[in-house]
């Protein structure tokens, strides 16, 4: 298990914004790729969006899409997620997942839809967010 922290989450409000960050200590996310969850109280984790060790592939559930976008940041080992014109329906706690890129294993299922959960070997320990109904 390797450390990631998320950070950025908090309350807003409907139609409002928030920057939620995933940090990498002590090993480069260049080489893995990575992908966002959330829960939702009394609900299954579900994948958000996802990225590929290159940046190259990117893919998000199709209620996020429009709205979410994720990216990478090598000189801060960091994968963010930009999340704006937010729903009562994203409040949830959001999770940070990376998993070692196999050749062009993930650079190409990404293209098609997000790696499942139990692909995921690495998780941080969340950050909630909460929009206001």
């Known amino acids: 298990q390797l450390p990631l922290v998320e950070s950025g989450g908090g309350l807003v409000q409907p139609g409002g914004s928030l920057r939620l960050s995933c940090t990498a200590f002590?090993?480069?996310?260049?080489?893995?790729?990575v992908a966002w969850f959330r829960q939702a109280p009394g609900k299954e984790r579900e994948g958000v969006a996802c990225?590929?060790?290159?940046?190259?592939?990117?893919n998000y559930v199709d209620s996020v899409k429009g709205r979410f976008t994720i990216a990478r940041n090598s000189a801060l080992n960091a994968i963010f997620l930009h999340s704006d014109s937010l729903k009562p329906e994203d409040t949830g706690a959001y999770y940070c997942a990376a998993v070692r890129e196999r050749g062009s294993y993930f650079h190409l299922q990404i293209r098609t839809a997000c790696p499942p959960l139990s692909d995921f070997n690495n998780w941080g320990q969340g950050t909630q967010v909460t929009v206001l109904s």
């Open positions: 002590g090993f480069p996310l260049d080489h893995y790729a």
């Open positions: 990225i590929s060790s290159n940046g190259g592939s990117r």
